[in-house]
């Protein structure tokens, strides 16, 4: 059975929510070991933006200098006067230049490493949905999970960007501002920014969370949407069967006008902060420059001073007005990775053994040992079943549906793990051997083949990477599928669409079959193979089926009984049990649940044949 999430536990839970486990999973990436052309480029990035930062707020002096001289004042510093009116001017927007010119120069360092850890963690995101069971895949929504995919790894160069290059970064400067304001005037100036700047924090941080709980609800909803259009766009055909096109668009316009009023929320929410902001910010501006013409007025103070002042309250309105986007920003990345690292910390139900070592396969012989499994642990659908496929020889397994000849399949292949009993090949534990190795021996051609949207050579090819072109068209041949390739105006070359929809169900399953013989395993897994073809295609593939067979170990799940009659042993599974086993003319014989199969199968085709 599945583990327990991490995220269950509350105190797991509380961290989530707090953003300290997103955080602690980026930052590494920002300071990898062993990776000293990151922690370089870091280094460099951030000695790039201090070094703007000190520009930045030393800007202001050639401002006010320069305002000075113009006033006709013979009192300031030395080089003030030297450099004269035209000099301060162009040494300001000197400085202004170099501060710009410093943060993209931060930038342009800092691109490679934001990227790299956009593509690790993509990555590694991939390679773990992979991993994951496929219990988890059939009760997972592939639209939502994508979107969840896409949000958070926006997330992770937002994360790192603005972690790094925008939090400590604006504390500096605001400290650096603060320490100016005092030497350069009084205690009281750096009072009321340091007040102006507690309250905008304050309202800031606090009208964020509330917005971020209702953007999360946005979010919701918009995942819920783009999984009923997903959802409904791939059973486009099942739409289309039941007239369903008007019920479909009720259903996704319902999910759509629940992330409309959401997105108002979120809307009138912003307009709220904005408001709310200026308010704070422009109160703070007013005070300091009032203070600052009284004492012009009194002569404490020059022009150039009261200028001064209100380009240091500009420069701090600036930041401020980028903290609450920041903040608000990466609040959203945190909740967009928090739900991507929810899935990273997904624990795969099937994982390899510490000491799993490569499956050695010599004759392939493969044995199910009072093998025992449920789906769910109250509805038990294998209860005990032993049997052993000789190497090299062709067993079937037939039944009703639900009777569990599929799960046998599946735990083969060992989607799942058993719970009770063990399978075995050639006297192998599947659970002490690698699953890459597992998958490499087995081959399997399902009931319905899924095909890439990708070219048919793709599709074939797919069965053994860096097989030749002989190769391809001698097993596509064997599928009695290539002369309908080369009749196609691309031939190979052709797109087969999203999961194979541009052919019919008989042309993808011989793509499939030919992808299976070109991977040419020792173990064959056939489960209702040729269910979607005509009588004809099916004897002609059933004939290269057992051609492919020889000399390998198969074992054949099947719904038609005349497709399986020379198997070397028909085995019979009902309710979760094997109830016949034996020889096709034996099971006749014998006039049991098998001979009672057959004869309602062959009535079936009789009555469908006089038809």
């Keep these: 059975m599945p583990q327990a999430s991490p995220a269950a536990d509350p105190a797991a839970v509380r961290e989530r929510r707090s953003g300290w486990r997103t955080i602690r999973r980026v930052a590494p990436y920002l300071w990898p070991p062993g990776q000293g052309w990151v922690k370089r480029r870091v280094v460099w990035a951030l000695a790039a933006l201090v070094l703007s930062k000190f520009i930045s707020v030393a800007t202001p002096f050639f401002y006010k200098a320069a305002v000075d001289v113009l006033g006709g004042l013979a009192d300031g510093p030395g080089w003030t006067l030297a450099l004269g009116a035209v000099g301060l001017t162009v040494a300001y927007g000197l400085a202004r230049v170099m501060t710009v010119g410093f943060q993209q120069l931060r930038d342009v360092v800092f691109a490679r490493v934001g990227q790299r850890a956009l593509r690790q963690l993509a990555l590694e995101t991939f390679r773990h949905i992979h991993a994951l069971s496929l219990r988890y895949h059939i009760t997972r929504k592939t639209g939502g999970l994508s979107r969840i995919i896409e949000r958070g790894v926006k997330g992770v160069d937002f994360l790192l960007r603005f972690l790094l290059f925008s939090i400590g970064p604006l504390v500096l400067e605001l400290v650096l501002i603060g320490i100016v304001l005092w030497v350069a005037f009084d205690l009281w100036y750096l009072v009321v920014v340091a007040v102006t700047i507690w309250l905008y924090t304050w309202f800031t941080f606090r009208v964020t969370e509330w917005r971020v709980k209702i953007r999360k609800e946005m979010n919701d909803q918009d995942t819920d949407a783009n999984q009923k259009a997903i959802d409904s766009l791939l059973n486009f055909e099942t739409v289309k069967y039941f007239s369903a096109e008007t019920r479909e668009a009720a259903r996704y316009d319902g999910a759509m006008a629940r992330y409309e009023s959401a997105a108002v929320r979120t809307n009138n929410s912003l307009a709220f902060l904005n408001f709310g902001q200026a308010l704070l910010i422009t109160a703070g501006l007013v005070v300091v420059m009032v203070m600052a013409a009284v004492g012009v007025q009194r002569d404490t103070l020059t022009v150039g001073d009261f200028v001064m002042v209100n380009a240091y309250m500009i420069q701090i309105t600036m930041p401020l007005n980028f903290l609450g986007t920041v903040y608000r920003e990466i609040r959203q990345a945190l909740v967009d990775m928090g739900e991507m690292f929810d899935l990273l910390e997904q624990p795969a139900e099937v994982r ?191 004939d290269s089926l057992r051609a492919m067979g020889a ?23 009902e309710d979760g049990r094997i109830v016949e086993r034996g020889r096709h003319e034996m099971l006749l014989a014998r006039g049991g649940r098998y001979a009672a199969m057959w004869a309602r199968q062959s009535a079936e085709e009789a009555r469908a044949a006089a038809e």
């Design 352 to 542: 390899d053994a510490p000491d799993a070592r490569p499956i050695a396969v010599a004759g392939g012989e493969v044995v199910l040992d009072d093998v025992r499994f449920g789906y769910e642990a109250a509805r038990p659908i294998l209860k005990g079943v032993s049997l052993t496929v000789p190497a090299g020889r062709r067993v079937a397994i037939v039944g009703p549906s639900g009777s569990g000849k599929s799960t046998i399949g599946r735990l083969l292949f060992r989607f799942y793990d058993v719970t009770g009993g063990a399978i075995r090949i050639d006297g192998q534990d599947l659970r002490a051997v690698t699953q890459e190795s597992l998958h490499a021996v087995i081959g399997v051609v399902p009931q319905d083949t899924v095909l890439f949207n990708d070219t048919v050579h793709y599709n074939i090819a797919y069965g053994r990477p860096g097989a030749s072109e002989a190769e391809i068209e001698a097993a596509a041949r064997a599928a009695k599928i290539h002369d309908f390739i080369v009749s196609l105006p691309e031939g190979y070359a052709t797109r087969v669409g999203e999961r194979g929809l541009k052919l019919s169900g008989g042309e993808k399953q011989r793509v499939g079959i030919a992808r299976t013989l070109l991977k040419n395993p020792p173990v064959l897994l056939l489960d209702e193979a040729t269910s979607a073809l005509d009588t004809q295609t099916e004897r002609d593939i059933q």
């Design 551 to 573: 000399g390998r170990t198969v074992i054949v799940i099947a719904h038609r009984l005349s497709t399986i009659a020379d198997a070397d042993e028909i085995v019979v599974l």
